[in-house]
T-cell receptor
């Protein structure tokens, strides 16, 4: 069965520290992976998708099919990065499957 | 486009009352999704529609929940009777397609439901 696992419910780091939000998936075909972000009291919005291979707000994520992972990384965390982050798995014909989310807290 | 619109933004009701949540998807989007967000379970898919037809309602928790999409620009999620454990934020989302470039889901602001 398709599944997305985000093992950390909460990740707390200091400003300027590196950040890695973990995401593992289980899927037998060719997956589409996404990261969505939800800032406090705001709607969820797409942060990045693996097919774009782009960096958004300093965040990057590389799809590792061998480890079935799509970890989200940023070398230097900023306070404005504090938010809830959801990893999601997509496939044609069905809805996205979301992980349970990780709350990132960046303090000064 | 104003994006996905949801109403009400906040709803406080008493146990046993009927609750109706409303959603207007982005014009031209063929898919509409209803999610429930809680601290314990994260973001759960309740049901989704394609061209106004329900495709997968396996996430609907029980018969107290029902959803309709009478036309391409409107959907409702109804809870009758409501219970305190239904308290959550309910999100509506829409997308052009599933899979490929159209797969990005656009979310509404959510309805924060509190059942006393």
């Amino acid at each position: 069965a398709q599944r997305v696992t985000q093992p950390e419910k909460l990740l707390s780091v200091f400003k300027g520290a590196p950040v890695e939000l973990k995401c593992n998936y289980s899927y037998s075909g060719s997956p589409e992976l996404f990261w969505y972000v939800q800032y406090s009291r705001q709607r969820l919005q797409l942060l990045l998708r693996h097919i774009s291979r782009e960096s958004i707000k300093g965040f990057t994520a590389d799809l590792n099919k061998g480890e079935t992972s799509f970890h989200l990384k940023k070398p230097f965390a900023q306070e404005e990065d504090s938010a809830m982050y959801y990893c999601a798995l997509g496939q044609a014909g069905t809805a996205l499957i979301f992980g349970k989310g990780t709350t990132l807290s960046v303090s000064s | 486009d104003a994006g996905v619109i949801q109403s009400p933004r906040h709803e406080v009701t008493e146990m046993g009352q009927e609750v109706t949540l409303r959603c207007k998807p982005i014009s031209g989007h063929d898919y509409l999704f209803w999610y429930r967000q809680t601290m314990m379970r994260g973001l759960e898919l309740l049901i989704y529609f394609n061209n106004n037809v329900p495709i997968d309602d396996s996430g609907m928790p029980e018969d107290r929940f029902s959803a309709k999409m009478p036309n391409a620009s409107f959907s409702t999620l109804k809870i009758q009777p409501s219970e305190p454990r239904d308290s959550a934020v309910y999100f509506c989302a829409s997308s052009l397609a599933t899979g490929g470039d159209g797969n990005e889901q656009f979310f509404g602001p959510g309805t924060r439901l509190t059942v006393l």
